[in-house]
């Protein structure tokens, strides 16, 4: 008697490495944020590589300067976000809101209008600071500008690493044990998340 096998063979976007862009807002080489993406690369579950870009070498946007073709900095933030499934954000706060250099390149990214490398972009957010409400008027402010560019950001969970300095060894090592399960999870959402949205759009 002959069977037939009515499973569904997985998708190739199912089977291969989910690939991550990840990106801290802070230029600082001793960052909380740059070690929470360490963190991050650490903790990652299988099948997700994290990448990290430095933002040293992105310019200031200037339309002028976009006219005359992007720097190569900045074709190089396009294409590791474009090139990536997922895109991570350690973010900082300073000033009660978004750091500069993060701002920028999300203003970068976000060119042309249509076509922009953020659009539809699976993103999760999250960020450490000292203080003691964490990144949390950073991590809302970075969330509005997403609105405008499409970009769709994982809602839950939220983290935010407050006192920071408690939770990070000096070497920048992530050691607080609760943080550290709450940034697993995080990747695990995110990656299912992305997987989601990725079957949907077959």
Same mark, same amino acid.
């Given at each position: 008697?002959?069977?037939?096998?009515?499973?569904?063979?997985?998708?190739?976007?199912?089977?291969?490495?989910?690939?991550?862009?990840?990106?801290?807002?802070?230029?600082?080489?001793?960052?909380?944020?740059?070690? $929470?993406?360490?963190?991050?690369?650490?903790?990652?579950?299988?099948?997700?590589?994290?990448?990290?870009?430095?933002?040293?070498?992105?310019?200031?946007?200037?339309?002028?300067?976009?006219?005359?073709?992007?720097?190569?900095?900045?074709?190089?933030?396009?294409?590791?976000?474009?090139?990536?499934?997922?895109?991570?954000?350690?973010?900082?706060?300073?000033?009660?809101?978004?750091?500069?250099?993060?701002?920028?390149?999300?203003?970068?990214?976000?060119?042309?209008?249509?076509?922009?490398? $953020?659009?539809?972009?699976?993103?999760?957010?999250?960020?450490?600071?000292?203080?003691?409400?964490?990144?949390?008027?950073?991590?809302?402010? $970075?969330?509005?500008?997403?609105?405008?560019?499409?970009?769709?950001?994982?809602?839950?969970?939220?983290?935010?690493?407050?006192?920071?300095?408690?939770?990070?060894?000096?070497?920048?090592?992530?050691?607080?044990?609760?943080?550290?399960?709450?940034?697993?999870? %995080?990747?695990?959402? $995110?990656?299912?998340?992305?997987? %989601?949205?990725?079957?949907?759009?077959?």
């Amino acid at each position: 008697m002959m069977t037939v096998d009515t499973s569904i063979a997985p998708t190739e976007s199912a089977t291969r490495p989910l690939v991550v862009c990840a990106i801290a807002g802070s230029l600082r080489r001793a960052s909380y944020n740059r070690a $929470l993406l360490r963190a991050a690369q650490e903790l990652a579950p299988d099948g997700m590589e994290i990448r990290i870009f430095d933002l040293i070498d992105v310019p200031l946007y200037n339309e002028d300067v976009e006219a005359q073709g992007d720097p190569e900095p900045v074709r190089a933030l396009k294409a590791a976000i474009g090139q990536a499934d997922a895109l991570l954000i350690a973010t900082p706060e300073y000033n009660h809101g978004v750091p500069g250099v993060l701002k920028n390149a999300v203003d970068w990214a976000s060119r042309p209008p249509r076509g922009a490398v $953020l659009a539809g972009k699976p993103t999760a957010i999250f960020g450490a600071s000292p203080g003691v409400t964490g990144t949390a008027r950073a991590q809302t402010q $970075l969330r509005a500008s997403f609105v405008f560019t499409q970009t769709p950001a994982l809602l839950s969970p939220e983290i935010l690493v407050y006192r920071a300095h408690e939770k990070f060894d000096a070497e920048g090592r992530l050691t607080d044990e609760k943080t550290r399960e709450f940034v697993a999870r %995080l990747l695990r959402e $995110l990656a299912d998340w992305t997987r %989601l949205l990725q079957a949907r759009n077959q």
